[in-house]
């Protein structure tokens, strides 16, 4: 899933805020644009890559199917703890999509 990274969140394509600058007001001496305080950046594909947990988008919650590290794994395996335990619907989101 495509995702946008802004004010250090990670969005989905649905929910990605408009840009609240002047892009020409606000270039860096390198002429690129502003960072992604001013302006979303992105799409980054694969959920916004690999992390050391599931990455979910701050505006609707929605899961982004990210690439785990191995510490992400074992974070998973964590989360989801004892199989004897029913598994809210996050746990079993992510069992689904990283461990079967």
Known sequence: MNTYIYKAALWCESCVPESLCDQDAHTWK????????????????DGGGESDTPQHCDGCEVFLENPLTSDGYDYVVEAIGDSTVALTDIQRLWSDFYLD
């Open 30 to 45: 390198s002429g690129s644009l502003c960072d992604s305080d001013c302006t979303p950046i992105g799409p980054y594909g």
